[in-house]
């Protein structure tokens, strides 16, 4: 399984919905926070996640590709939109495997209408997501392990703690 996300629409979800994800007024950290987010997500399904951001504020300057586990992070530039950058890549990949793309983007959903990639809406794909990550009921589309989780690493442990206290561990 594949899954694209439009990470402007995602963190906009985090915002409705809270849960500290997204950080106000740290547009950095919020993107760093919902990387690492999805990636806990994508290596507890072994699945692989394209997530793709808009251009930044103006004279910030981000990598253009970044890497976090199983997550890719495109960060376009000026005049790029995420909607063109992941229409084509998804339609593409939906070929020969199983795609979802999260976006709220009617353009998007539109332009996956005719492929098998499937659009999932940022806060029904979140309310899923949390339920699988909390051993929660299955989510209906996505493949799901028959154990639920069981605990956290170390590492993981540490990443919670700095996302709750705002601290590096």
Not at 3 to 30: H, I, N, T
Not at 134 to 147: H, L, T, V, Y
Request: hydrophobic share 40%; aromatic share 8%.
């Amino acid at each position: 399984m594949k899954l694209y996300v439009d990470g402007d629409d995602m963190l906009e979800a985090f915002r409705a919905a809270g849960g500290g994800v997204s950080v106000e007024g740290d547009a950095a950290r919020s993107r760093l926070n919902l990387a690492r987010w999805l990636a806990r997500y994508a290596e507890h399904q072994g699945c692989d996640v394209d997530l793709v951001f808009g251009g930044g504020d103006p004279g910030e300057v981000l990598p253009p590709m970044e890497r976090h586990g199983r997550v890719r992070v495109s960060n376009l530039g000026p005049g790029q939109q995420v909607w063109h950058e992941i229409a084509g890549l998804a339609n593409r990949t939906a070929q020969s495997e199983r795609v979802f793309v999260v976006t709220a983007d009617p353009r998007l959903a539109q332009a996956l209408g005719g492929g098998k990639a499937r659009a999932v809406e940022p806060r029904r794909f979140l309310q899923r997501i949390r339920a699988v990550l909390r051993g929660g009921r299955r989510a209906e589309g996505f493949d799901e392990p028959d154990e639920k989780f069981s605990g956290l690493s170390d590492e993981e442990v540490g990443f919670w703690l700095d996302f709750f206290t705002g601290e590096e561990q």
